[in-house]
Antibody, heavy 118, light 107 residues
Framework: QVTLKESGPGILQPSQTLSLTCTFSGFSLSTYDMGVGWIRQPSGKGLEWLANIWWDDDKYYNPSLKNRLTISKDTSNNQAFLKITNVDTADTATYYCARIEDWELRDWGQGVLVTVSS | NTVMTQSPTSMFTSVGDRVTMSCKAS??????VGWYQQKTGQSPKRLIY???NRDTGVPDRFTGSGSGTDFTLTISNMQAEDPAIYYCLQHNSYPWTFGGGTKLELK
């Protein structure tokens, strides 16, 4: 059974760096063609894809966030990470991680709400 | 970037109805499209992958079709548990992009 769970700071101030962790089970990020993606959703709005990391450490980012994103993984501990630098109120959202299978976002975590406020 | 345009943005339907919603890509994405269902307060759930393949456990009243730029999700027999927002996602090229969603509600 595949499960994913996101964790984060809950609330942070503008200009700080947001660090998110995705802890998963039921699959390995060292398996060929496996990946983890990050997606966010402001309250009442649609979904925005942020970044993917693949089994071979290939990484892809949404250019709309202008180099503020860094994705990484710890294969041994079944975790993936996302950092967003210089946050502002527009980064307030629920952040999801998802397992990538068949080149799509197959299994999703429950999401973690992050609020940016001074 | 590939823009995914969903229509309608919202619709009301009744139990037993046949429901069709559309997703149009701004450029050819092949069959690299998935459909996701998001019920209120829940995370998205994938229903369809590679445009027309139903995920395990998804009722067969859900059907995906299309290729290239035009994609459709059909619910053949609307059920009381189907109200949700439905999103399409293209993964043909980076950045991956979602449609804006179709909100499906019961009358």
């Amino acid at each position: 059974q595949v499960t994913l769970k996101e964790s984060g700071p809950g609330i942070l101030q503008p200009s700080q760096t947001l660090s998110l962790t995705c802890t998963f089970s039921g699959f390995s990020l060292s398996t060929y063609d496996m990946g983890v993606g990050w997606i966010r959703q402001p309250s009442g709005k649609g979904l925005e894809w942020l970044a993917n990391i693949w089994w071979d450490d290939d990484k892809y980012y949404n250019p709309s966030l202008k180099n503020r994103l860094t994705i990484s993984k710890d294969t041994s501990n079944n975790q993936a990470f996302l950092k967003i630098t210089n946050v502002d109120t527009a980064d307030t959202a629920t952040y999801y991680c998802a397992r990538i299978e068949d080149w799509e976002l197959r299994d999703w975590g429950q999401g973690v709400l992050v609020t940016v406020s001074s | 970037n590939t823009v995914m345009t969903q229509s309608p943005t919202s619709m009301f339907t009744s139990v037993g109805d046949r429901v069709t919603m559309s997703c149009k890509a701004s450029q050819n994405v092949g069959i690299n499209v998935g459909w996701y269902q998001q019920k209120t307060g829940q995370s998205p759930k994938r229903l369809i992958y590679w445009a027309s393949n139903r995920d395990t456990g998804v009722p067969d009243r859900f059907t995906g079709s299309g290729s290239g730029t035009d994609f459709t999700l059909t619910i053949s027999n609307m059920q009381a548990e189907d109200p949700a927002i439905y999103y399409c996602l293209q993964h043909n090229s980076y950045p991956w992009t979602f449609g804006g969603g179709t909100k499906l509600e019961l009358k």
